[in-house]
């Protein structure tokens, strides 16, 4: 599930961040260690993912820079989520 839209849909559509080191990182591999929290490659999900990392990743005072960075170049190249299917549930 998404932690930016909360929609249910296949894993090969999120993308998983973790937190390494007082950072939030994308795990472009889905290998880095640690508990994950995936979301949307979409900046609107993303951005509203933020506010809820600290809780889902179960670590207060992450730095988020790092996915804002990733999301705002997200942004810039027009993917639209909208083209994805969902699972049915």
Not at 24 to 31: H, P, S
Not at 33 to 44: I, L, Y
Request: glycine residues 10%; proline residues 2%; aromatic residues 2%.
């Amino acid at each position: 599930m998404c932690l930016g839209c909360r929609m249910r849909c296949e894993q090969d559509a999120l993308v998983r961040l973790v937190a390494a080191n007082g950072a939030v990182v994308v795990d472009e591999g889905r290998r880095l260690p640690g508990r994950g929290a995936w979301v949307h490659s979409d900046a609107a999900c993303v951005q509203r993912a933020t506010r809820s990392l600290g809780h889902a990743l179960r670590s207060r005072g992450l730095d988020a820079t790092p996915i804002e960075a990733w999301a705002a170049r997200l942004a810039g190249d027009g993917h639209d989520r909208k083209t994805e299917t969902t699972m049915d549930n």
